[in-house]
């Protein structure tokens, strides 16, 4: 008989996807409650409990699959694989979002953010104002946007996986090896 090992790739995609899904599904509430123009602070918090229990369910389920071994190699490998596959899911479901469910997303929040800037920086010099304008509309292009959104994914899942992996961690005896 075969000594079975704990595909990766498996639970990557299964707690990959059940991550995007519930983050997707927290947007979707957000955007039909109108509050996505909002940057409030329990979306990402909510997100956030979100992808550290998505993580910690994937570890476990690799380490049981793994006959109840887990070192930390393979939580920081499980943990961003999940990381990747929802980011990458985000990254097209934001694109969607942006140019097809709300096109005018990155133009109203322009404007939002132009406002902000106003009020919390009234002195400011119309140099000083076009600088900072053009600084957002660079980041708020597609591309710069989906790779923040997939290094953020994987920063985050890099922290979660390190903290569940040293939690959960259960080295195979040598023996075992």
Do not use: C
Not at 12 to 17: E, M, Q, R
Not at 138 to 166: C, E, N, Q, R, T
């Amino acid at each position: 008989m075969e000594n079975q090992k704990a595909s990766v790739k498996k639970i990557a995609l299964s707690h990959g996807l059940i991550l995007a899904l519930l983050t997707i599904g927290v947007s979707v509430i957000i955007y039909v409650l109108g509050m996505h123009y909002d940057q409030s602070m329990w979306q990402t918090l909510a997100n956030t409990a979100i992808m550290i229990v998505v993580i910690v369910y994937g570890l476990k389920a690799y380490k049981k699959d793994n006959g109840g071994f887990l070192s930390l190699g393979e939580a920081l490998k499980t943990g961003l694989a999940i990381s990747l596959v929802a980011g990458i899911i985000g990254v097209i479901y934001n694109y969607i979002f942006m140019n097809f469910v709300e096109p005018d997303f990155v133009t109203n929040m322009m404007d939002i953010s132009r406002d902000k800037m106003i009020e919390q920086n009234p002195d400011m010099t119309e140099d000083q104002m076009e600088m900072g304008i053009g600084m957002m509309e660079k980041m708020m292009s597609p591309g710069i946007m989906g790779a923040i959104g997939i290094i953020a994914s994987l920063f985050f899942g890099f922290i979660f996986s390190l903290i569940s992996g040293l939690v959960l961690k259960q080295n195979k005896p040598e023996h075992l090896q």
